[in-house]
């Protein structure tokens, strides 16, 4: 008995579907149009620490363009060159903190540690790391932010670095932990891509301290951010190891 | 009876915009918002001119939210808007809907319009009509090629050749939103000025018989 009014409710409503729907589908129409709905969506930037649903979807995409990426690169493809005419002078300084806290690393005393999927876990000094072939470039530095810089670095090529040490080539990444604080991680193809080199000059000079001084990570096809200084250890994994910015939501694979 | 009813109601309401033109005009409409504010809060992050947008009117919070949306919601844009071109190159809608435009109708028109002596004909763009939205095809084209360039300079470095480099496709980049911008403008205004040619684009139909008086 108690369905009874139930049931009649329920003919009741059957008889309004269309009015309902039309009403469902013109108040849907308004909210997804709304600055109020735009409003709620400007909250979602990925910063907080329960991601909410669109937070999620847009990781989701941004682990979406990682793939999409790996497979646009091409790892014989080299990223334009300049002469020296064109460089930019003074190169900017970029880090996460002012080039007055630069940490300063002595070279003296300093070792590279080199750790995870590598046959030789030796660290390296300086004047070993210099005994192996240098190459240079000219090449064009681009930021996340998007302002763009052309400099000049001197180094040795990373895949003779990669293959002296001995690195498992089919593992996924390569990480770096660094003397800032800083740490990022690259994809394997990229560091074994011919105009990755683990620089120890800008110019014709040793690297200064704001450049990276030990050492930094050049890689023209990828974003600076994904160019870490003052490197103390190197690292082959197959376990995603992030990065500074990439944990709190740059994208990771971010080439060029 | 019922039938000759419906005919008769089709003949006076006919089907002014397709729904494949309505569904991809407003999933474009979505996605064309999102890459825009959260293009200006990119923008932010290293201005070329000498100004930046109010942070108020920017999509993603910071610079790596804003990139995140940037680059979720291009495949929105990009995937809405080649079921478009297909749809609009296969259904002959682009060449019987915005084709022939030539310089003599769109002076005229243009000169109708400044007067307020162009009829509103719902269904049947005017040649302004027409050549603006051969331009903002165009232009959404080039925003997204420019785009490509900006994203990939390395990889695709042949279209940022084209563009003049890395810096200047970020210039025209800019230059071809702003484009898009100053049409969004524009199609908001007249939509303003004539409200009934919203309807048409959310059920498909609109009134025949001309009773507008723009």
């Not at chain 1, 800008?202 to 050049?218: Q, S, T, V």
């Not at chain 1, 250890?233 to 376990?239: A, G, L, M, Q, S």
């Not at chain 2, 003049?164 to 049409?183: C, E, K, Q, T």
Request: aromatic share 12%; with cysteine; charged share 20%.
């Amino acid at each position: 008995m108690s369905t009874l009014p139930t049931r009649k409710a329920a003919s009741k409503l059957i008889e309004f579907r269309p009015a309902i729907q039309k009403l469902e589908r013109r108040l849907f129409l308004r909210q997804a149009l709304s600055i109020g709905a735009l409003s709620m969506l400007a909250g979602c930037d990925l910063t907080d620490d329960e991601p909410d649903a669109i937070d999620r979807v847009l990781w989701a995409m941004s682990r979406w363009n990682d793939k999409v990426q790996a497979a646009l690169f091409d790892p014989n493809k080299l990223a334009p060159t300049y002469l020296e005419s064109a460089i930019t002078n003074p190169f900017p300084f970029n880090a996460f903190y002012s080039e007055a806290r630069t940490p300063l690393v002595d070279g003296s005393t300093f070792k590279l540690e080199v750790s995870g999927l590598v046959a030789d876990k030796t660290p390296w000094t300086l004047e070993k790391l210099r005994a192996l072939p240098q190459t240079t470039q000219v090449t064009r530095h681009i930021c996340v932010e998007g302002w763009s810089a052309i400099g000049k670095w001197g180094g040795t090529p990373f895949r003779t670095f990669l293959e002296r040490v001995g690195a498992d080539m089919r593992a996924k990444y390569v990480g770096f932990k660094c003397a800032d604080k800083y740490y990022s991680s690259i994809d394997m193809a990229t560091a074994l891509h011919p105009q990755t080199i683990l620089a120890l000059d800008y110019g014709d000079k040793e690297l200064p301290p704001k450049y990276g001084y030990p050492m930094k990570l050049r890689v023209p096809t990828k974003l600076g951010f994904k160019n870490p200084k003052l490197i103390a250890e190197i690292f082959v994994t197959n376990d995603y190891p992030g990065g500074y910015w990439e944990d709190q939501g740059y994208n990771w694979f971010s080439g060029s | 009876m019922s039938q000759t009813m419906d005919v008769a109601r089709a003949k006076k309401r006919p089907v002014i915009h397709p729904l494949v033109v309505r569904i991809t005009h407003w999933v474009n409409a979505f996605a064309m918002i999102c890459m825009i504010l959260s293009g200006w809060a990119i923008y932010n992050a290293s201005p070329i001119f000498d100004f930046t947008f109010p942070r108020g009117i920017t999509l993603g919070g910071w610079l790596g939210g804003a990139l995140a949306w940037h680059f979720a919601a291009l495949w929105l844009l990009v995937v809405n808007g080649l079921v478009y071109l297909v749809y609009g190159f296969a259904s002959g809608h682009f060449r019987h809907d915005l084709l022939p435009v030539t310089p003599a109708s769109v002076w005229r028109d243009f000169r109708a319009a400044l007067t307020f002596k162009l009829e509103h004909r719902l269904g049947a763009y005017n040649a302004v009509q027409k050549l603006l939205y051969i331009v903002v095809l165009l232009l959404g084209v080039g925003v997204v090629i420019s785009g490509l360039a900006i994203w990939k300079p390395v990889q695709l470095d042949y279209i940022a050749a084209l563009l003049g480099g890395y810096d200047n496709a970020r210039i025209v980049h800019f230059l071809m939103m702003s484009g898009l911008v100053g049409f969004i403008v524009v199609h908001l205004a007249l939509v303003a000025l004539v409200p009934s040619t919203l309807l048409p684009m959310i059920t498909g139909r609109g009134k025949l018989h001309s009773e507008t008086g723009a």
